[in-house]
């Protein structure tokens, strides 16, 4: 499986963002696609994820502002970014997990500064 992300870029505090990420391969094998972040020094986290069955689930820190969804004919999963924040500065990751693998896309850098 391979991820493609894009996306990012400068924004300022409350602005949005909408990051695009698509799978090729083997597409069948995947449960579901996430977002993660790193901001420099910290460790990596997930900010969303969306499993196959439509299911998704944030942390705290993005609720009501973030939102992923999924384009299944295009295997696409969106991340709209709204009232973004300069702690939202970050790496965003695409990720894809499978029963047998954990799938990874290049990173896309999100700054929020004014």
């Known amino acids: 499986v391979q991820l493609q992300a894009s996306g990012g870029g400068l924004v300022q505090p409350g602005g949005s963002l909408r990051l695009s990420c698509t799978a090729s391969g083997r597409i069948a094998s995947i449960r579901g696609m996430a977002w993660y972040r790193q901001a420099p020094g910290k460790q990596r986290e997930l900010v969303a994820i969306?499993?196959?069955?439509?299911?998704?689930n944030y942390a705290d820190s993005v609720k009501s502002r973030f939102t992923i969804s999924r384009d299944n004919a295009k295997n696409t999963v969106y991340l709209q970014m709204n009232s973004l924040r300069p702690e939202d500065t970050a790496v965003y990751y695409c990720?894809?997990?499978?029963?047998?693998?954990?799938?990874w896309g290049q990173g896309t850098q999100v700054t929020v500064s004014s």
């Open positions: 969306i499993i196959n069955g439509g299911s998704t």
């Open positions: 990720n894809a997990p499978s029963y047998s693998s954990n799938y």
